[in-house]
């Protein structure tokens, strides 16, 4: 018979925590639980978590199985020390609950067949459920005005019979105007199951925008690159331009140069300060021009003869 070490099977420090003990139990047993996981060895590590649990989960007997530690590595041949189960009472036959199997002889052999009381699932203590994580993809619209959007999600379930199953569901959710990438929201009890018939964990769900054909995003800023004709920023003419609240007029400077960003303020995403709605210039010239186009765009060159955009670089 070979020791066990329970702190490597759990995969937590021999200074642990209950909490972060729990913890990892939680994250393992899900893992493995043979009703969902297709690792090859699930069912066996199933059981090895579920009995490494038993003994760390429980002070009395994590304290006398750490009398043992210092003495012992995994995979050693292990006796245990003379009259060593005397010191534990004994119970009811002591079963792990992955088919009903009793633990290993090592287990046995330190707290016999009665050991403690063991439930999987912590039907015997209430335990509130993890907090789960998701993403969410929404459209720019929805930031500016609130929406409500269903979305399907894979989750776990305990069922009466203390089993881990995979379920499909769909919530419909609130989306909060104002909200930008990166932030989440949260639904209360929509998270992991509890045990014991303790209370879900929270469901967290970070929002991120589809890519929009018009719009770039950063925080709370919005910003669109505009094509503009050469007369329309020649001349500073009106314009017409598109924003995710609605169209809006924009008077353009004249002699506007392409890539010149003007800002309309407090159009950006809507908060208690409200970002800004940049647009972006960029001047656009006609394809396949006439023949009448082009003796106009001659008439320009020799009327602006002394204008040279890159007399600055020394050329031209």
């Known amino acids: 018979m070979n020791y066990k070490d329970y702190y490597q099977i759990m995969g937590v420090d021999k200074n642990a925590t209950p909490e972060e003990i729990k913890k990892a139990y939680r994250k393992l047993s899900r893992k493995y639980h043979p009703d969902v996981s297709k690792e090859k060895d699930a069912e066996e590590r199933f059981k090895e978590i579920g009995e490494a649990y038993e003994v760390l989960r429980d002070e009395e007997k994590r304290a006398a199985y750490d009398q043992l530690g210092s003495n012992w590595k995994a995979g050693q041949g292990f006796t245990p020390p003379p009259n060593w189960q005397e010191q534990f009472h004994q119970y009811d036959d002591h079963y792990s609950a992955a088919g ?13 067949r009665g050991g403690f009381q063991h439930d999987m699932h912590g039907a015997n203590r209430k335990s509130r459920g993890q907090d789960s994580r998701a993403k969410i993809m929404i459209d720019l619209e ?11 999600l894979s989750g776990q379930t305990i069922d009466e019979h203390g089993r881990v199953q995979v379920k499909e569901r769909t919530l419909n959710v609130k989306i909060p105007k104002g909200i930008k990438a990166g932030q989440s929201i949260r639904l209360q009890k929509q998270g992991n199951p509890g045990f014991g018939g303790g ?20 925080g709370k800023d919005v910003t669109i690159e505009l094509p503009i004709t050469p007369w329309e920023a020649a001349l500073g003419e009106k314009v017409k331009v598109p924003t995710p609240a609605g169209t809006v007029d924009l008077k353009l400077p004249e002699s506007a140069n392409s890539g010149s960003k003007m800002r309309l303020k407090g159009r950006g995403l809507p908060a208690k300060e409200p970002g800004d709605f940049y647009v972006k210039l960029k001047i656009v010239l006609p394809k396949n021009l006439s023949e009448e186009e082009k003796s106009l765009y001659k008439s320009l060159k020799e009327k602006a003869n002394n204008f040279n955009p890159r007399a600055k670089m020394g050329v031209n």
Do not use: K
């Open 142 to 152: 929805d930031a500016y005005t609130g929406a409500t959007r269903s979305i399907s």
């Open 100 to 112: 009903g199997e009793p633990f290993s002889d090592f287990f046995e052999s330190l707290f016999g």
């Open 199 to 218: 209370e879900n964990g929270d469901l967290y769900l970070e929002v991120q925008f589809n890519p929009h054909p018009l719009y770039q995003v950063d």
